[in-house]
Structures are given as structure tokens and as C-alpha cells.
């Protein structure tokens, strides 16, 4: 009953018949688009803002400070004014680089997390593009996103840019592997890619709790593999600011720079988003068993607020992976993928394959 | 419908960026100065470009990548219908996956995995 309260599609439906009651059909499609690309890049910028405001608090709790509290309530405004303060700042131009492609890549780097977020179900109905082969999708556009770092860090002419884009480079093709490894892990559990039927088989359980101990194998190593593809935590050896400076984003100023930045953050959400739609059942409340009265209450919850919980729970984790684990060392980081993470996401395929085959999930 | 959803897409990400781009060259101030627009390097005058020949180590990484990768497309296919098929689909990833193992343990044995 609850859940067709909080389906968006009735909404979204009567703002297609609302439009098409005074315009021709190419027109309303037209108004919808822009309609779309209103919210979302509005969506985009106030998540970049409220995302680079969060770190810093959660920085700033775990090393015992205030964190930013002067302008305005909280400090909430800080990095509002952070992003005017980069938005008049000079954009120097470096003498030596390749400036065609030294513009291109913030393009590249914005692009790649942009359409990635398109395919994110926020809610029931509320989702831009819902392919059929919505994993795959986000796996293959937000990948594109390194190219982007390798061309800033080539096209800069600058030492410490091009040592921290090539370190980007081995490090997020090598953790991609285990990323897609223990994506598809759900993806035999559900039987599909698309990104809504993940959800829907999710209605009696999540995969984290339906798909035992190898499921729970999976989310770990998702969890890890995409902190070191999202060049953050522990793994942020491609802007290590002891040895390289700022890696490959060093040559970059005011808002090209804040671009990297913005997209490194929304790469975060895209990223948390995913885990807690593959493994934590996206929008779906939180149930027990048959405890009727229990699940009822939590039907109450408007799905949009469940997914925005459990995404900003895993954002969490990996805030605090940042700030409580020490960096890496380049082989170290490709031990740790090469040697433990890809053998164990294979032999994990391979058992829930077995699983899958017996019935003995739920 | 979707194929033109994703080109909006697109075309946000283009005027987002760019439009940052043309608002900020706008109202920023300019100045040139040879030694700003040198690359950084800590102060003092930079030594030759850094487009230079770099460790081969990212190489090897990239090309046993590309390996994986390419199976990882082989298998997603594989991993939705697996359910269907049941035992076939099971006993031939099994295969794939030996020969598979079986590359990844050559490329280790090698010393490719190795950081030098």
C-alpha cells in the first residue's frame, strides 16, 4: 500500500499528461529533457558542495577539531564560498603544455561521472535512463573518467602530473577487475543487469544477507576495490601531497582545478550509490523475517530517504577509511589487488556460481 | 528515448564545464609572467619536459589488465543467464576459469606482478 504512496512514476506520468494537455508531442519530450537536465545538474553541483563540506566535518570529528563553522549555520556555507573563491581566481596558462588537451580533460573527468549518475534509481520510478544493462553501464562510462586523469597529468609537462597520472592509470585499470568481478557476483544471484530488477528481486531480503558469506565477500572487496578506483582513502597515491605535490591535477588553477576535485567526490556518491543499490537493496526498506508490525513501520519511510541512508552510510565508510588508514605504497596497492583481491573475487565466482546452482540461497 | 537521454547527458556535462570555464576567464584576473607559466617543480627552474620514456612496470600492468578486462566483458553475459542454464554454464566457467587461473599464475611466476 505504502510503496505506491512513494512511486514517483504516478508523478513523473501525470507531469508527461500535464505537458501534453497544451503542447505537441515533440515539445513535451523537448520540455522534459530540459526538465531532467535542470535537476540533475542541479543535483550534481549542491552534491559536489554538500559532499566536500561532509568530508571536512567527518575529517574534523576524527582528528578531534570543530571543522568549518564560520560562514554560515554550521558552517554550511563554507564551501559554497570556497567555489566562488575558485570561480574569480586566475587560470594560469602553462608555457610548455599541450593546451588542447590540458582543456579537454576536466571536460572528460565531468563528462564520465555525469553520465554515470544517470543511470543511479534514487527512488521507485525516479531514475533518468533505466537500461538493461545498467551494471555494466556504470562500470563501463565511469572508467572512462581515468582517461581524463591521464591526459590532465600528460598534457601538464610537469613531472609530479605525469609520475601521479600514470600511477592513477596502473591503479585504477588494475582495481577495476575486482570491481566488475564482485558486481557480477549479484548480477548471477538476480539473473539480470538492469539496474530496477536488481531491486525488485531485493523486496524479501537484501543480497548482502540472501547471499551468505560469498555475497558479504563481495560487498568487502567492492567495497576496497572501488576506494582505490575513486583515487581516494588509503589509495590516493596519484595526488600523495607528501611526495607529488597534488599528482596529476599540480598544474591545474582555480575552477579547472575545483573540476577534478568535484568529480573525485561525485565518483564517491556514483560509487557508494552502486553498493547500496547492488548489495543493500537500493531503495528498498529494511526488513525482518515476518516481524509484520516492525516492517510495516519501515514501509512508512519513503524509499528515497532509505537509498539516501544506506548510500550515505557506505560514503561514510569510506571517509573514514581516508582518515584512519595510512597511504600505500605503489606496490603495495598492486599486491593487494593482483595477488589477493582478483583470485579471491574469481574463487567467489565460482562458489556463488555453485550456489546459484544448488538453491542454496534464498 | 534512451540513447537521447544519454547525448542530454552529455550536453550538461559540455555546458556545466564550460560554462564554468567562460564565466571564470570573464571576471578572473589575468597577468603573464614567464616564470609563472613555468610547470612547478618546487620552486627552482625546471629541468628538461616531463615527456620522457617511463617505467615499463605500468606497461606490463596495462597489457595483463587488458587480459582481464576482456574476460570480465565475456563474463558478464555468463553471469545473467547463469541461473538458466545450471550445470553446463557451471562446468564451463569452471574450464574458462582454469585456463584463466592458469594465465594469471604464468604472469606471477614470471615476476610480471612484481613492482620494480
Redesign the interface.
Known sequence: MSSNLYDFSTLTSSIHEWLSGFMSAGWVVFTELVLIGLLFLLFFALLGLFLVYLERKVCAIMQNRVGPNRVGKWGLLQTIADLIKLLIKELIPIRKSDKFLFNLAPFIVIIASLMAMAALPFAKGLQAIDFNIGVFYIMAVSSLGVVGILLAGWASNSKYSIIGAMRSGAQIVSYELSVGLSLMAIVIFSGSMQLSTIIESQANGWWIFKGHIPAFIAFVVFLVASTAEINRGPFDLAEAESELTAGFHTEYSGIKFAFFFLAEYINMFIVAALAATIFLGGWMPFHIGSWEGFNHIMDFVPPIVWFFLKTFFIIYIIMWFKWTFPRLRIDQLLTLEWKYLLPISLVNIVFIAFLVLMGWHF | ??S???I???????????G??V???L?????FN?V???????GIP?EG???IQ??V??YL??I??LI??VE?VF??PW??????I??R??IE??IF?AV??LG?LYA?KKGA???V
Not at chain 2, 609563472?36 to 618546487?42: A, N, V
Open positions: 528515448m534512451e537521447q537521454s544519454l542530454l547527458f552529455f550536453l550538461i556535462a559540455l555546458v556545466l564545464v564550460g564554468a570555464i564565466f571564470s576567464t571576471v578572473a584576473p589575468k597577468s614567464l609563472k607559466s613555468e610547470p612547478y617543480e618546487c625546471s619536459p616531463a615527456w617511463f617505467n612496470g605500468y600492468f596495462a595483463i589488465y582481464f578486462d570480465t563474463l558478464f553471469a545473467v543467464v547463469m541461473k538458466q545450471g550445470l554454464a557451471f566457467i569452471i576459469f584463466l587461473g594469471l606471477w606482478l612484481k613492482w
